[in-house]
Structures are given as structure tokens and as C-alpha cells.
């Protein structure tokens, strides 16, 4: 029996609370049902004595506009409308409402990290999937009064935690609780305060083996929960657990006849109870997270990027904060092979990395105390650390081989046998992988790098083949040289091309022909083309035209192109149709541009269109753009947008953007006008910008003016800078001073309003706009600045944005700071900048070559002279 003058008592109580919350608010009960989003009639029965008392969900929602505790007024609730034996006083059992929860304190494993003044644990956004619904329905339905208990089970990592969590939201609304038993120990905070729950509670039991799998209390554990489950007093109660597959399998399995059972409570309390999620994501699901990445979720685009083939989008996020921890947290052993592995997958290496590669290329990345202090199991330490596994099941650098091909035995002799690796091989994590790549972007590996690749790659020639060309980008030539000289003798077709070329520079034919020939029977039958432009050259037609055709006959491409290119030249356009068919059917893309524009010449306008419509059925979108627009000058207005909307939806919008840059060209500017729009409405906002320089060109400053203003209201503040100046220009203060603020928060604009500034001749105002985009990590804002601190006398001022510049390792930054000082007669200092931007791989190569034509050491310093 509940206390009827204790219920009166506490209903009266929450409604003087929300009768003074209101007079203090100065609002009318119109008003509140307004802001808080309920009828008036349940806002005037919540205050008025006589009704029953309101809701959980009417309380939250009154307590959040007049900024009332709305704990205190969901347990005067409670006791109001008889949910707690007044007997209990305000003990509200275990837990805490729903809302003061963070779910990294319930074990949601983090996505990332936040950084601002201090990092923030992070959580991507949510995609749901098949198990969701089954999960609201039962949250709903305790919702609804009825106590339930689901308990999800799942491989590490795949998202069951993180469901739980997601589900229960409607229910931190309505007022209820949560309790997490977890002190002192799991089991023990469990069997001790089960007995004290009370309704309108979840029980959060994540990684429920610790509770009902424990050998002393788990059966004990089982019966409270049963318990609870079943008294008519406590409803309704939420119970939601999680579990691997091998302990729900152990928990539900009979035990054989005669055996002892020590989970027969376990087993009846799970029966019926437990829901499996997957592993993966589905296509639905991976189309969901791939919207919610496009429309900004940046933890969600990141782990696409490397889980999308695979689905394993849940695992990829709840690894990724702990792998990058193991790798920031790691020994001085474990970083040098880590930083080894990230160097030769970015730089072009296989999935698969030698042991001994990693072990001998590790050594130059160690410091000299680092070196000093190795033990001679430095090695199988570093790489045994690197072999434990963080969630999802994921290891930094995991042990792999490579999957053997298998053929029948029929299948053709002359397939290329796989080459296998010789000892242990490992796989660098993806999630490490692509963080080497972007930390590690604009650095050279050390000596030892390019030596281990040199002794232990010998057997992959596509790894020697990358590796060579990402030291000759480096200006490393005297390893390029030798990894090409070893990827030649592994059989690398470019690699003894690349040797072809040097003999044919030193006039050795005979060899360089041999060389080519070795290329083309490794399989790289483009090389005969090259062999043709050589005997071309040498005066020999009738030789380079057999090589172009034997090229041709092994279905080369380009080789296919040059011989149509020849045989348009000599007038035989028969011929030329012939082989840029061959050309386009073999991928070359440009050769049905060509076989175009020899129908158009000779007024074949039916063949042009045919040619469109059969590229137009194997989904080439550039054919499907311009047969649409024969059409529409046909006059098949119909034919031509439906064609139109399917080059829309496939996203090329660079088609429908070139198609209006044409009719430009062509004075069709309300065909252009109209090109742009559907590029537009495709999603592609530089195709607006496009449309309002036409405008703005054609004297339309309020078209432009209003097109600028639709791509700034899609988020993109570089146009502000623009319509800052079109405000100004029209004397509308009001609606510069609007836009500027748009405007500062892209450093993009900002350096376009720098140069507004600067040529109004406003040089403060400049360095005040280059400087906050400088700040907000815009390179070239850093070396304006110095540029213009350099003319106005102040060298120290000058100096000191250069270096800051530098600092930012941009190359273009770098190669332009160079320059400066070269140009300054600052030689020394010129090296440094070249020397860096040549690390990155993007200083021109007849610079370097200028500079230091022997090439540079991996250290950067240069190459003494070599044969």
C-alpha cells in the first residue's frame, strides 16, 4: 500500500517548485507550453490541484525552460505518482539520471580525439543497423511499462556498446535512471545493490561475463536479476549487457549429463534474451556512414577510407585512439620500425613487409644513445610489442603472409609465378599507415632504409620499381640508380626500360634494343612503343611501324593511338578510325575524343552520334553530356534532360561544367547558365561561382551577388571575400561588415581580403587579414607577411615569419623561401629551404638537377661524384 498524504505531499511540493519557477521566469502558462514545446492543456493540468501528477517527460521539458533541477522534480514525481514506496524516503536506488552520463564513463570505446585546449575523447556519429531495431522496440517497450533485458553479443569492437547507448536516449528524456555496478568489483557492486533498484532504471551490465560468468557470485548475480525482473513493485527496469560469442556460447551450452551445470540460472536468464550483431557493416550501412561523412563526420570519412572494402568500420574506430597511443607511447625500437613501415608503404612498398627489411632499415632511425643502448634482442621485442593486439582485434605491425595463387593444372604455362617472401613478413596497421602518411609526408627516410630495401627486396620488383622512383623524386639518384639496376634484374619492364634509355643516350642501340625487348617479354609491351620512337627517330620508318604494330597486336593502348595518330597524318582516315577504335576499346579515353572529331570533320554528324551513343551505353558520362546536347539543338528537349539527369546522378559534374565552359565560348550564355545550374543542383558549388563571374561579367551584380551568397550558404566562406567587395563597391557598409564576418572564420578568404586590402593601399589592414590566416594555418599567408615586414625595413620582423613559414614543411612554401634567398644571394640559407623541399618529393627536377647534379645523400647533404 503506498502513503497517500506522502504522494499528496510531493505532488503538491513539484507543483509549488514549477508555480514559483514560472512567476520567476515572468512567463504565462501559453508561453511555457510554447517554449517547451508541450499543449496547453498538459501545461495547465501539470500546475492545476486535482489532476494526476504529469508525466516524466512533461516535467523534464518544464524544468528545462524555467532552469529548474530537474532531478529533484522527477523524484517528486516519482513519489507523487506512487512509482517509490515512500517508506524508501528519496533513496532512488543505485545510479544516476541518464542525462549526467558521459558514455566513455560506460565503456563506448572513444572514435578519436578532440583537440582544443584540452583533447576530448570523441564519438563518431551513429549509423544504424539491422540489430537497432530490435533493440529500440525493446527499450520502448519498458518504456511503455514492462521491464526487459536484452543482452547483445558480438565480436570485440563491433559496435554493441555503443547500440546500448544510442538506444536508451528516449529514455534519458522521461526521466530515468542508470546504474553501472562497479565498485568494488563488478560482481560484488551487483549482487550487493540489485535488491536496491528501483523503476525507471537501466541496469548497464557491459561485458556481462564479469558479472554472471563470475565462479562464486554469477548464479547468486543471475537470481537477483531475475528477481528484479519480476516484481510487479519495480517495473519497469531496463537490464542491457554485452557479451563475446564464446562466453554467450559457454553461458547457453548444457553440460553433459550427469556433469555439474555452474550456469543454469545464466542459461535461463539469457534464454530468449541475447540479440547478435555482425561484424561488418552492410551496403546499407556503409551507405549511411558515407553520407553522414559527406556531410562533415570526419572520425566516420577517415575510417572509410580504409575499412569501406571490408566493412570493419566499428573495429577501425574503436582501434584507431589506441593504436596511434601505442605508437606515440612506444619504445625508441618500436617507433624506428614503426616509422620504417610507414616510410615503405607510403613510399610504395607492398602490404607485406620482410622482418628482415624492417629490421635492418630500422637502424637510421634510432638516435645515437638510442643506437648505443641496443640489446641484442632488440628486435624480437620490438616486433613481439608491435604483434599485441588493442580493440577490434587490430595489432600496430601484425604477422601475415601472402594468400598463395592457385591455378589449375591446365592453366597457362606462361602466367607469372608469385614471387614469395623468404621469412616473416608483417602488415602495418591501416589506421598507422595512413597517419604515417600524412605526418611523415614531407620526410626522406635515412640511409638504412634505402640499403635494407636494396638487400631484402631483391624478389619484389614492383616494391624496387616504386622505391627507385620515390628516391629519384627525392633526388636520392645513386639509389635510384641501384634499386632500378635491382628491380631490373628482379624483371621490372619499367626498370629495364629506364636501363634501355641510358644505353640508348650513350649510343649503345644494340644494348638498349635487347633491354627493351627483356621489358616487353617481362610483360610491359608499351616498351615496344618506346623501341619504336627510338628507330623512328634513328631514320628507320619501316622498323619503328613493325614495333608500333607488334605493340598494337599485344594490345597496348597508346601504341594503338600513335599508329591512328600516324595514319591521320599521312591522310589515310579510314585507317585512323580503325585504330582509334582499337585505341578506345583498349581504355584509351582520348581516342574516342579524336575518332569524334574525325567524324565531325567530315560531317559525319550521324556517326558523331552514334559514337556518343554507344559510349553512352557503357556509362561514359562525357558521351551521355554531349549526346544530350545534340539532342537538345535537335530539339528533343525530353531525350536531352533525361540524358542530363543521368550524368547528374553518376556525379560527373566536370562534364556538365566543361558542356557549359563550351557554350561560353560560344555566346550561349543561357545554355551555359543553364549547364552550371545542373552541375549545381549535382552538388558541385564551384560550378555557382563559375555562374556568378559569368554574371558578375555580363554586368549582373545582383544575380552574382545572390549566386555568391548561395555558395557561402552552403558552408564554403571562401566567395565572402567577394561579396565583402561587392557590398563595398555598392556602398552597403551594413552588408560588407556581414559578410567580412563569414569571412574570418576561412583562411582562404581571409588572404582574399588581404589582397583587397593591399590594393587599396590599406598595408596595415593587409597584415592584420594575412596575419589571422596566418593563424589560422595558412602558409602563404606566413611568407606575405615576411615579404612585407622585408619592404618596409624590418628584417628581424621578416626573418622570423620566414622560419615560421618553413616550419610549416609545405613544399611550394619551402621552394618559393629558397628562392628568396637565393635570389638574396643567401646561399647557405637557399640550401636548407632546397634541401628540404627536396625531401618532400616536389622540388622540379631540373632544379635539383641544376643544383646538385650528382644527386643527395639521405641525409641531405650532396652526393659526391659517381658513376
Keep these: 500500500m503506498h502513503d497517500e498524504p506522502s504522494e499528496l505531499a510531493a505532488l503538491i511540493e513539484l507543483r509549488k517548485r514549477l508555480a514559483d519557477g514560472l512567476a520567476r521566469a515572468g512567463l504565462n502558462k501559453t508561453q511555457l507550453a510554447t517554449r517547451a514545446e508541450l499543449g496547453r492543456t498538459t501545461v495547465q493540468e501539470a500546475l492545476q490541484a486535482g489532476k494526476p501528477a504529469p508525466s516524466a517527460e512533461t516535467v523534464v521539458a518544464l524544468a528545462r525552460v524555467l532552469r529548474l533541477p530537474d532531478q529533484q522534480l522527477l523524484d517528486l514525481r516519482r513519489v507523487a505518482a506512487g512509482e517509490i514506496d515512500p517508506a524508501l524516503g528519496k533513496d532512488c536506488g543505485p545510479g544516476k539520471p541518464i542525462t549526467e552520463w558521459d558514455p566513455h564513463d560506460l565503456e563506448v570505446h572513444p572514435a578519436g580525439v578532440g583537440y582544443g585546449a584540452v583533447p576530448q575523447r570523441a564519438l563518431s556519429g551513429y549509423v544504424p543497423r539491422g540489430h537497432d531495431r530490435i533493440l529500440t522496440d525493446v527499450v520502448l517497450e519498458a518504456a511503455e511499462g514492462n521491464s526487459q533485458m536484452l543482452v547483445l553479443v558480438g565480436t570485440s569492437s563491433t559496435g554493441k556498446t555503443r547500440a546500448c547507448w544510442e538506444a536508451i536516449q528516449p529514455l534519458a528524456t522521461r526521466g530515468w535512471r542508470l546504474w553501472h555496478p562497479f565498485d568494488p568489483t563488478r560482481a560484488e557492486a551487483a549482487l550487493g545493490d540489485l535488491e536496491r533498484v528501483t523503476s525507471r532504471t537501466v541496469v548497464w551490465l557491459n561485458e556481462a561475463q564479469h558479472y554472471l560468468g563470475n565462479p562464486h557470485l554469477g548464479e547468486r548475480i543471475a537470481a537477483a536479476v531475475h528477481a528484479l525482473l519480476t516484481h510487479p513493485k519495480r517495473r519497469p527496469v531496463l537490464v542491457l549487457g554485452t557479451l563475446w560469442p564464446e562466453y554467450a556460447d559457454q553461458f547457453i551450452a548444457l553440460p553433459p549429463a550427469g556433469s555439474p551445470d555452474p550456469h543454469s540460472r545464466v542459461r535461463e536468464i539469457l534464454a530468449g534474451r541475447t540479440l547478435a550483431i555482425p561484424d561488418t557493416f552492410d551496403q546499407d550501412a556503409l551507405r549511411t556512414a558515407a553520407v553522414l561523412a559527406q556531410d562533415g563526420d570526419q572520425l566516420l570519412a577517415d575510417a572509410l577510407t580504409r575499412a569501406h572494402d571490408h566493412g570493419r568500420v566499428p573495429q577501425d574506430l574503436a582501434g584507431a585512439p589506441e593504436l596511434l597511443r ?203 612503343t618506346d623501341l619504336a620512337e627510338q628507330r623512328r627517330e634513328a631514320g628507320d620508318p619501316e622498323g619503328a611501324e613493325a614495333l608500333y604494330r607488334r605493340a598494337a597486336a599485344a594490345g597496348d593502348a597508346d601504341a594503338l593511338f600513335l599508329v591512328a595518330s600516324r595514319r591521320k597524318a599521312a591522310g589515310d582516315r579510314e585507317g585512323a ?277 650528382y644527386g643527395l645523400d639521405p641525409d641531405g647533404s650532396p652526393t659526391p661524384p659517381w658513376s
Aim: charged share 30%; with cysteine.
Design 577 to 853: 578510325e580503325a585504330f582509334y577504335q582499337r585505341a578506345a576499346d583498349a581504355g584509351r579515353a582520348d581516342a574516342l575524343v579524336d575518332l569524334v572529331e574525325l567524324k565531325e570533320e567530315a560531317g559525319d554528324w550521324e556517326g558523331v552520334k552514334a559514337l556518343y551513343e554507344r559510349a553512352a551505353t557503357t556509362g561514359d558520362t562525357y558521351a551521355m553530356a554531349r549526346l544530350a546536347d545534340i539532342r537538345e539543338e535537335a530539339g528533343d528537349r525530353e531525350g536531352a534532360e533525361a540524358l542530363y539527369q543521368q550524368v547528374a546522378a553518376a556525379g560527373d559534374t566536370d562534364s556538365l561544367i566543361y558542356l557549359a565552359e563550351l557554350k561560353e565560348e560560344a555566346g550561349d550564355l543561357e545554355g551555359a547558365e543553364a549547364h552550371y545550374r545542373r552541375a549545381a543542383d549535382a552538388g558541385d558549388t564551384d560550378s555557382l561561382i563559375y555562374l556568378a563571374e559569368l554574371k558578375e561579367e555580363a554586368g549582373d551584380l545582383e544575380g552574382a551577388e545572390a549566386l555568391y551568397q548561395e555558395v557561402a550558404d552552403t558552408g564554403d566562406t571562401y566567395t565572402t571575400g567577394h561579396l565583402v567587395e561587392l557590398k563595398e563597391e555598392a556602398a552597403d557598409l551594413d552588408g560588407a561588415k556581414s559578410h567580412y564576418q563569414q569571412a574570418v572564420t576561412n583562411p582562404r578568404a581571409l588572404t582574399d581580403l588581404a589582397r583587397m586590402r593591399e590594393q587599396a593601399g590599406d598595408w596595415e589592414g593587409a597584415e592584420a587579414f594575412y596575419q589571422r590566416a596566418a593563424d589560422a594555418g595558412h602558409a602563404g599567408a606566413l611568407v606575405r607577411l615576411a615579404e612585407l615586414r622585408e619592404w618596409a625595413g624590418d628584417q628581424k620582423g621578416a626573418e622570423t615569419f620566414y622560419q615560421q613559414a618553413a616550419a610549416t614543411g609545405d613544399p611550394d612554401t619551402l621552394i618559393h623561401l629558397a628562392r628568396i634567398r637565393d635570389e638574396a644571394g643567401y646561399q647557405e640559407g637557399a640550401e636548407i629551404f632546397y634541401q628540404r623541399a627536396a625531401d618532400t618529393g616536389e622540388l622540379p627536377d631540373d632544379e635539383a638537377k641544376m643544383r646538385w647534379p
Design 326 to 528: 601505442r605508437y606515440e607511447h612506444g619504445t625508441p625500437t618500436v617507433k624506428a620500425v614503426l616509422h620504417a613501415a610507414m616510410d615503405a608503404r607510403r613510399l610504395g612498398v607492398g602490404l607485406h613487409l620482410p622482418q628482415t627489411f624492417l629490421t635492418d632499415a630500422a637502424i637510421d632511425y634510432l638516435s645515437d644513445q638510442d643506437y648505443d643502448e641496443l640489446t641484442n634482442d632488440w628486435a624480437e621485442a620490438a616486433f613481439a610489442d608491435l604483434a599485441h593486439p588493442v580493440h577490434g582485434k587490430q595489432a600496430p605491425l601484425r604477422r601475415t603472409g601472402a594468400r598463395p595463387r592457385r591455378r589449375p593444372p591446365s592453366g597457362p604455362t606462361s602466367a607469372p609465378t608469385p614471387l614469395s617472401v623468404t621469412g616473416p613478413a608483417f602488415r602495418l596497421a591501416d589506421y598507422l599507415e595512413q597517419h604515417g602518411r600524412t605526418t611523415r609526408l614531407r620526410l626522406c627516410p635515412p640511409a638504412s632504409f634505402w640499403a635494407a630495401a636494396h638487400a631484402h627486396l631483391t624478389t619484389h620488383p614492383d616494391d624496387l620499381g616504386n622505391l627507385a622512383l620515390a628516391a629519384e623524386r627525392r633526388h636520392r639518384l645513386q639509389w635510384a640508380h641501384h634499386l632500378r639496376l635491382r628491380a631490373a634484374d628482379a624483371g621490372h619492364p619499367y626498370s629495364l626500360n629506364y636501363l634501355a634509355r641510358i644505353r640508348e643516350v650513350s649510343g649503345d642501340v644494340e644494348g638498349a634494343e635487347a633491354l627493351y625487348q627483356r621489358a616487353s617479354d617481362a610483360g610491359g609491351s608499351s616498351t615496344l
